[in-house]
């Protein structure tokens, strides 16, 4: 298996949850159903904030190097994201909980199926920032808009650090399915967190038509 179809066929066996993700409910969900640009904000630095957490945490006990690397790179631009989007908060901004996708992501303990997991979380983390963006657009907010489509572009980066990972670090039949598994693990720790979100606030799991 190549990386390209790796990718390909997590997005086929995870495509509902990507799907929904990926929609302006999910937005809603991630901001508590509070639209607005002070919400957007805050529920993108939480993000960006433990997915930073997590990338150094395994750098720092990862013997790959080339694993190593990528998570060390990967957590800099986190970090990076989180005080770009923190600055445009006013007052101190508080993490909170993590979130479900970075406890998915803290399970992790392998090489092969960190790779496999920090795909997974780029490819809902790719999308999320595509929300955002298009929040700040429809409320005709530029430097918020330009804000998040800078994260967008080094997400996408991350896409390809992680296809590159995935390329060096799986060389047999087995290593593809451990990863596949985090993968889809990480993907679906978003989508319940997702789904009992909306849940609570009364709201169908369904993208809006």
Same mark, same amino acid.
């Given at each position: ?13 995870? &495509?509902? &949850? ?10 809603? =969900? ?39 690397? =990528? ?43 960190? &790779? ?12 999320? =920032? ?50 596949? &598994?985090?993968?889809?693990? =990480? ?23």
């Amino acid at each position: 298996m190549t990386p390209e179809q790796f990718v390909e066929s997590i997005e086929t066996d995870n &495509a509902t &949850a990507l799907s929904r993700l990926g929609s302006s409910k999910g937005l809603y =969900a991630d901001t508590g159903g509070t639209m607005e640009r002070a919400a957007v904000l805050r529920a993108a630095a939480t993000g960006e904030f433990h997915a930073r957490e997590t990338f150094e945490k395994w750098a720092d006990d990862e013997t790959n190097d080339d694993a190593r690397e =990528a998570f060390a790179e990967t957590a800099r631009e986190e970090g990076e994201h989180y005080g770009l989007i923190a600055g445009e908060l006013e007052g101190e901004h508080d993490p909170g909980e993590t979130p479900a996708i970075q406890e998915s992501l803290r399970t992790q303990s392998d090489t092969t199926g960190r &790779a496999g997991a920090f795909l997974g979380r780029t490819m809902v983390a790719d999308r999320s =920032a595509d929300q955002a963006t298009a929040f700040f657009v429809g409320e005709a907010d530029t430097e918020g808009a330009d804000l998040l489509r800078e994260v967008g572009d080094d997400t996408e980066a991350q896409l390809e650090r992680a296809q590159d990972l995935l390329g060096e670090v799986c060389t047999e039949p087995a290593d593809w399915e451990r990863a596949s &598994a985090a993968a889809s693990d =990480a993907i679906g720790a978003a989508h319940e967190e997702y789904t009992d979100s909306l849940d609570e606030m009364g709201e169908s799991p369904e993208p809006s038509s």
